[in-house]
């Protein structure tokens, strides 16, 4: 595994959280400034939106209700020959001069034709009468209808009109005329551009022609959006409904795009540049000056682990003196506990190993000395016989001399112990096929006795004529394995499985005591050996590798 310098990791640290608190300025002082210009035009836009909507909506709404108002008073009067034009010019001066709007009023006939106008301007001639009938035959009872006009010098009119009945019949209309001036006049110092105009485009009023074009200067709806660029230029946008009819739509161009918004990425690039400057040598320093003391301390602790008896020497006068000589104390009691630990577990392994060897099945103990008995009155000789193999046992087990067992000598003894049981058990037999190449092994004492007890106790169960086998074999050098096969076929390939993982998992097994007790013996003995069960059409097989790969 390659191993980074500390010098180079931490200067890559500095590096790192440099460049990302460098980055995380950039990124909010960049939405900052887009943040504020965004803000600011959305103010500017809020604000004209606010003044236009509040007055043209009031102006509106007190034209139409003077419409509603007087449609069956003063107007149908009018129309009834009951008041002349001064008392309908009196009302519209009133009115008018409420408004900041500024009107016309007209008063048709039931043909459209002018019979009253508080403007000279309105004749005859100037009136759209196909325009007029169109609206008129499309209003409703008690409605006011809203429609753009323009008329032939190019003047965009805002017509308000209603019916006026005449006993039961139609008598005629009144309408006002709002000129689109008016709201350019009243609003010429709004901070945003703004298009008043119906569903169909029509223009009522604008601040500017920008978004505005053909010979009947309809609305370009289809540019204008939300966030929209023209050539160049970014803009923003906020529609709103001044009534069903009118649409207002304000808008302004962005301040920072494209010029001032390339000079303000400009100054935040050269910002970032010397910052990232900055940060490069300030890192290259900083890593210096702080990683001589650690590549000092790295060099000693490369000594000590050459020499266990050498101890660091810094003298840098800084937290990692302190440190070297706490791990000097720490080395000494290291090595102090390191002798002790290393005699404790010899002490321990041998005394492990003792205590699972002095473990017996106290049933073959008994069962066997029945056996003794019993054949003492019927065949003294089987018994002298039995005697002798179980005293052999008996010694073998509860010796104490340290010396080496080998895989030759401990196989006599599991004989012994076959021998009794073939004695035991009329139809029982074993078969050893041990190599001589295997003679040698050294091996825990009887450790293979448990896995044959185990044989024993459940291959009887299934049948009687049980048959145990024992083999050895050596597959190459210092790689040997050691099978005990019987044919009960007791044991189930699942059962097989779980005891394996119990014994992988070092899991208690009160069953199965002795297969755990063989197999942590021979650990103890060879850590990297392997213990494994399994089953075939007619063997159980407990297979036990030493050494190899």
Known sequence: MKIESFRKKLRKEILIYSIALITIITVILSLMIVGFNRFSIDMYLTSTEDVINALVTKDISLYEKDLLTNRNQLYKQFFNNEVDDPQIYSNFYNINSKQKLKSDLLIFDSSMNIIFSTSGNWQEKNTPSNFLKLVGSKIEKNEVAQRIYKDIHGEHYLLLMTEVNKSDELGGYIAYLINGKEIRSEFNQVPAQFIISDKYDNVFASSSNQFISGSLEKVESNTISKRFIIDSNLYYSKKTKLSETLMLTVFRKSDLYPSLLN????????????????????????????????????????????????????????????????????????????????????????????????????????????????????????????????????????????????????????????????????????????????????????????IIENSLKYGFKVRNDLKITIISRRIETDYYIIKVLDDGRALEKSKAQEINTQLQDNQPMWNHHGLSNSKRRLQLMYPNSTFNIYTTEKNTIVEIRIGGQ
């Open 263 to 450: 000079i303000s990425i400009l100054v935040v690039l050269i910002i970032t540049f010397l910052l990232f400057i900055f940060a490069f040598f300030f890192s290259k320093k900083i890593s210096l000056k702080n990683a001589k003391s650690v590549e000092i301390l790295k060099e000693e602790m490369g000594m000590v682990k050459k020499d266990n008896k050498h101890r660091l020497s810094l003298q840098t006068k800084d937290e990692f003196e302190m440190v070297s000589k706490e791990i000097n104390v720490m080395l000494e009691e290291l090595s102090s506990t390191h002798d002790k630990n290393i005699s404790l577990l010899q002490e321990n392994h041998l005394a492990e190993r003792k205590k699972l060897e002095a473990q017996f099945n106290p049933h073959f103990l008994y069962n066997t000395l029945e056996v003794i008995r019993a054949s003492i009155q019927f065949d003294k000789n089987l018994a002298n016989e039995l005697i002798i193999h179980l005293t052999k046992i008996l010694r073998y087990s509860i010796e104490e001399k340290n010396k080496k067992v080998t895989l030759e000598n401990d196989i006599k003894y599991i004989e012994d112990y076959l021998k009794i049981n073939a004695s035991r058990f009329e139809y029982f037999n074993y078969n050893l096929e041990i190599e001589h190449n295997t003679y040698d092994l050294p091996v825990p004492k009887l450790f293979l006795l448990p």
